[in-house]
């Protein structure tokens, strides 16, 4: 009893602490992105065309390179460790994001954000580090935390970035920011986290092929239909990012004067919905089954597209866009927490790691092919594509994805690995 006791209290520590960790990266990642087209124009360039066309080309470098090289990071952690991998990308992230605050042109940008891009791999290794230490039936549980942990982060972020560059006038000194905020997730990793390094006899340890590693991920086949899962839900959430703000125009017809305020807050609904919903929703997967949180949560975001392609003002949209955040801040904790259920111990890094580049790469092709069927089709027209990817999604789910073998809801969930 006291040795139940003493673990209970162990993981609860380490959720907290990987949660700290997760909500001062997001921090990290959520400070320059408002800034990156303002920093371009510093850098020199200054006809609106072609900033969007460095921005564009800049913000999807880093998630397309990171898609490539995620999987060989993952099955590192399998035999490294899943800690010295979160230390390795909050190290590159650090350096990177400082070397960025000195860059003199557009290219030496672009160069530097595909290095972060191909030293990345934070969440891979954060997730596979938590589904280690995690007991499983509290898997759902404790990613939704550490998501909520994370969108705390992605909130303040900007804020904290946005009042120093103000106040120093200088896009700089936010990037300098960045790296501030990775090294104190380092340090914080550095002395806090606890894991129990891999056995170096173990099959997963031995295998230097990523042939190898993509070859043992390859058995796991109810890991792969998790794959299109992620990449769609990931695609669709940035399709439409991009385009938003000037949909909030048109929906004010450009008579605010406070558009800027208007836009932030359309966003900020959305992630304190996500705040409050994803907690609330991790925990209801460990219970209700993962397959029908996922299928409850795919169809309540794809309904919540709907009135916003339909919005008469901004406010119908802000409200659509707030009822949208309680339904899809469910769906990435609950999709991690089914991976690490169907993925023995020793895999999930690896697997992770394959998944972590679904991700990326709906991050890379979202705003891409959003942003052109936007400018072919109508902002509207693409919020419509957009609920129906969430709705397709829906049905994928229920077709493909079962919940772990012995699962039953309510009970402990436990499964050795």
Known sequence: MEQQAKN???WKTMLLVMSLVQGIMMMAFSSTS???ALFIEQLGVHEIHKIDIWAGLIQCSTPLVAAIVSPLWGSLADRTGRKMMVLRSTAAIALFNCLVGFSQNTWELLGLRMMQGAFSGFSAAAVALVSTVIPEAKLGFALGWTQSAGMVGSLIGPLIGGFLADLVHSYRVVFFLTSGFAVTAFLVTLLFVREQLPDRRSEATRKPSLLGQFRAVKELKSVHTMFLVLFITQFSVMSVQPVLPV???????GASGFLGTIAGFAFSVTGLADLIASPFLGKRSDQLGYRRVLTICMTGAGLFY???ALAPNIWVFVASRFGLGMFVGGIMPTANALVGRLTPA???GQVFGITSSATFLGSF??????GLGSAV???RWMLGITSLLYLLNMLWVRIKVRDPEGFAPGAGNTRDS
Request: without cysteine.
């Open 377 to 379: 089709f109508g902002i």
């Open 34 to 36: 408002p800034f990156l």
């Open 365 to 370: 092709a979202g705003p891409l092919l959003g």
């Open 247 to 253: 949909y909030m125009k048109e929906l004010t017809n």
């Open 306 to 308: 709907l009135p916003q």
């Open 346 to 348: 020793r895999q999930r």
């Open 8 to 10: 209970q209290t162990s």
